[in-house]
């Protein structure tokens, strides 16, 4: 362990500590209002099944400033889509 950590240029205890946790691997994101961003995607996806991310966020926050929504993040589209 000593050369390992030598090698890797830290300490023991945090190899040994890191050796002793098993790691957990994370669940897939969800946020709750993910539902209603779905809803609102899906008939313009539906309607146009070539337009990306970007175009689809462009028709989404347009909609919601008309409706006086907060827009939606380009990111989130992305990971919903």
Do not use: C, F, H, W
């Not at 313009?44 to 990306?52: A, E, F, L, M």
């Amino acid at each position: 362990m000593s050369a390992i950590a030598r090698t890797l240029g830290v300490a023991r205890s945090n190899l040994i500590e890191r050796a002793a946790t098993p790691v957990v691997p994370r669940g897939p994101y969800r946020k709750p209002d993910d539902a209603d961003l779905l809803v609102e995607m899906r008939p313009i996806i539906d309607k146009r099944p070539t337009y990306g991310y970007r175009r689809v966020t462009a028709l989404i926050n347009r909609q919601r400033r008309l409706e006086g929504k907060p827009v939606v993040n380009a990111k989130r589209v992305l990971r919903v889509m």
